[in-house]
Structure formats: C-alpha cells, structure tokens
C-alpha cells in the first residue's frame, strides 16, 4: 500500500518525492554498521543545514547478509526486495559475499533481480588524499558498468558435472573446436537491449552535464560477438537517437567537437595504460560488466582507494547506492573505517532525489575535511602531519565544516 512518504513515479518519467521521504537502508556486515551509523549523522545534519525541517529523510532498515541469515534464516529476504521495489531508492553498506561456496553475491542478486542495470561509479580526486600518481587531480571520470549480463549473469557450470560435460559436447558440435574434458565452463550473454539501455544512459548523462567525451570500452578484438558487438551496438544507438548531438572521433577533423559530445572507443586493456597515462581525455566510460568491475577499482585506487569511491545501481524503476568497498571483518566494531564511500554515494542519492543542495554541502564538507587532513586512518597512514581520527569522529568533523 502507498504511504504518503514514498517516492512515486510521475507520468513523465521523473519521480515525485515527498518532503518527508522514508528510503530503506541496508547497514551491511561487518564495518557496516560503523560506517552506516556516521552516514545518516552526516546525511540528516546535511539534510538540516539545507532546509531547516521543511524537509526530512525517515529511515526505514531493511534485512540483508548477515544479519538477516541469523534474523530469519534467508540472506536476502523477499521483503527486502519487495521494499525497495516499493520505495524505488535504497542505500546501503557493504554485504557479505563468501568466496567460492554458500550463497551467490547479494550485490549482484540486488540489481539483477531489480533490473538496476546501470552500475554508475563517479570518480575523482579530492585534494591531499594520498595518491601513487603524480598528478591524481586530472582523474574526474564517471564509469557507467552494464549489470546484468556478461559473465555475472551467473550462468557457470561446475568441472565434472553432467551439465557441464553436456555443455561442453555442445559447443563442441557448434563450433568445432575441442574443449578440455573435465572443463568449467561459463557462458558470457550479451544482448543488444541491454547493452543500448546502459549506453543511452551514460551517453544521456554526459550530455546533460555538458562532459566532452564518451568512450565505449570493450575486448571486442578478441570476442568480437560479445564485446566486439558491445561496441557496434554503442555506435548503433548513437547515430539513431544522438546523431545530431555527438560526433564521432574519426570523424574529427581537428582538436574541436563544435560543442558536440565526441564518441571514442578503446580495447580494454588498452584502457587501463589511458586511465592512467591520459587521464584528462576521458570524462564518460560505458562498458560491460566485468570490465567495468576491474576498471572502476582500478580508478579508485588512482584517486585514493576504495574508502572514497561511491556507487549508484540504477535502473528505470529505481536505485540502491552503495559502499563500493568490502566487509573488512577485522575492523568490525572498532569505529575505525572511513566512511566516505557510503556518504559519497548518499551525496549520489541526494542528487538523484533532486535534492542537490544536500549532496553539494556534503561534497564540499568532505573536501574540507580531507584537506585539512582530519581523516581516518587509511588516508591518515599516507600524509605527512595528518590528525587521524575514528570513523564517528570524521563524521562529526564534515558536520562541522558544513
């Protein structure tokens, strides 16, 4: 049943969000629930500061991981899902995913079972974080990463079993060619809707904020019906519903665009020497999942690592924002990690919701937090006279600085 305090969906395509708006959290294992308890202080202090009571987030905790495992016996409950279908924008911690065995990673479950295909990753570089470069402060890209296709569909077959020795004949008979016996065997599924949606998305979002360049990232040298068609697919949509908005890169005549967003295209390994050689070149990334699961980390550590690197799934019924970072069980309960990637990507929903007051006072806030070198301890073992302070601590210092 509707409740006042959801957000809903407008005819037009763009949601309605009440001033008193409930959204679901998930705190997340391990340093989770340090971490998620820093955030909503600095998110309901940013939220104050803004509008003064006329606006307000009530928070809602839904199950997921660990804690529900032991609650009610299932690591991601219908209801939880059922939840944040209803409410449309969720935010949450970092959750468990054993490597190897047990339960198949929650993360991806989130978005594929929401059909939040577009994991958005904004990265850039906050001055004085520690950085292994020279000049981090030329990193300010944002990576659009397909969801819900590639090899973390999830679609595997374990060495020796029937399924797999049946597949294997299969492609065998198909293509010809022999495939080991007692082979595990994955299959990559890459479709053209889902690749075009992502596509559209990112090249929509590096039009709106008037961004230089999109570049598709792909192995399409090597698998060229899978990633190659990744790329053609990109250049497809972008000549049928851009044309007049984007050039293409070949088609540059010199240094200028005249103003239209330049459509460029690199093999992925390629990509990684870019990133880091010519940073400033690239603005928008879209790419398949798996490469943009390895680039968006890679990034990150560029800039500062994974404690400050947010993340938003995003899809045409709604969102989950997310710390990109892992459990780190060791620190569990020591209000010792930073939270920043969970604050960096509620300043993501802040602005998703339309509320960009909130999300430019607690990006600022941040930034003069960092630069004046009050941090945690992961940024404060990299600088030089550096105050090094808890993870509760932090986030009362960005309150301050607000």
């Known amino acids: 049943m509707q409740t006042a305090n959801q957000i809903t969906k407008l005819a037009n395509g763009a949601l309605h969000v009440p001033d008193h708006v409930e959204i679901p959290f998930i705190e997340g294992d391990g340093v989770g629930p340090d971490i998620w308890r820093a955030s909503q202080?600095?998110?309901?202090?940013?939220v104050e500061k803004c509008f003064h009571g006329t606006k307000k987030v009530i928070w809602k905790e839904v199950l997921a991981g660990e804690k529900a495992f032991k609650q009610v016996g299932n690591w991601l409950p219908d209801e939880t899902l059922q939840t944040i279908k209803d409410y449309r924008v969720a935010i949450k911690g970092p959750l468990t995913t054993p490597v190897g065995k047990g339960v198949r990673s929650i993360n991806v479950a989130l978005r594929q079972t929401l059909d939040l295909y577009a994991c958005i990753r904004p990265v850039r570089y906050y001055p004085g974080v520690p950085s292994p470069f020279k000049e981090p402060q030329k990193v300010n890209m944002v990576i659009f990463r397909e969801n819900t296709e590639d090899v973390y569909a999830g679609l595997e077959f374990a060495a020796g079993t029937k399924e797999a020795e049946e597949l294997r004949a299969t492609v065998e008979r198909l293509s010809?060619?022999?495939?080991r016996a007692?082979?595990?065997?994955g299959i990559k599924p890459m479709t053209s809707f889902a690749s075009k949606r992502l596509i559209?998305?990112?090249i929509e979002h590096a039009l709106e904020h008037k961004l230089p360049s999109l570049t598709l990232v792909h192995k399409g040298n090597i698998m060229k019906f899978t990633e190659g068609a990744f790329r053609e697919w990109g250049y497809e949509l972008a000549k049928e519903e851009f044309r007049e908005k984007v050039i293409f890169e070949e088609e540059l005549s010199s240094s200028s665009s005249n103003g239209?967003?330049?459509?460029?295209?690199?093999?992925?390994?390629n990509m990684f020497q870019q990133v880091q050689l010519r940073p400033d070149e690239y603005s928008v990334i879209a790419t398949t999942?798996?490469?943009?699961?390895y680039l968006s980390d890679a990034l990150a550590a560029m800039v500062g690592g994974l404690g400050i690197a947010p993340g938003g799934n995003i899809g045409a019924e709604g969102a989950v924002f997310e710390a990109t970072h892992g459990t780190a069980p060791k620190y569990a309960g020591q209000d010792k990690v930073n939270p920043g990637s969970v604050i960096l990507s509620g300043k993501m929903m802040f602005d998703y919701l339309g509320w960009t007051?909130?999300?430019s006072m607690i990006d600022s806030a941040l930034e003069s937090t960092i630069k004046e070198k009050v941090v945690t301890y992961d940024l404060a073992r990299g600088m030089t006279g550096a105050k090094e302070v808890s993870c509760s601590k932090f986030a009362e210092e960005l309150i301050a600085r607000m």
Do not use: C, Q
């Open 200 to 202: 559209k998305m990112a």
């Open 182 to 185: 007692e082979s595990a065997i």
């Open 41 to 46: 202080m600095v998110f309901d202090a940013a």
């Open 260 to 269: 239209k967003l330049i459509i460029k295209d690199r093999i992925a390994d």
């Open 357 to 359: 007051k909130v999300g």
């Open 176 to 179: 010809g060619k022999k495939v």
């Open 289 to 293: 999942n798996l490469n943009g699961d």
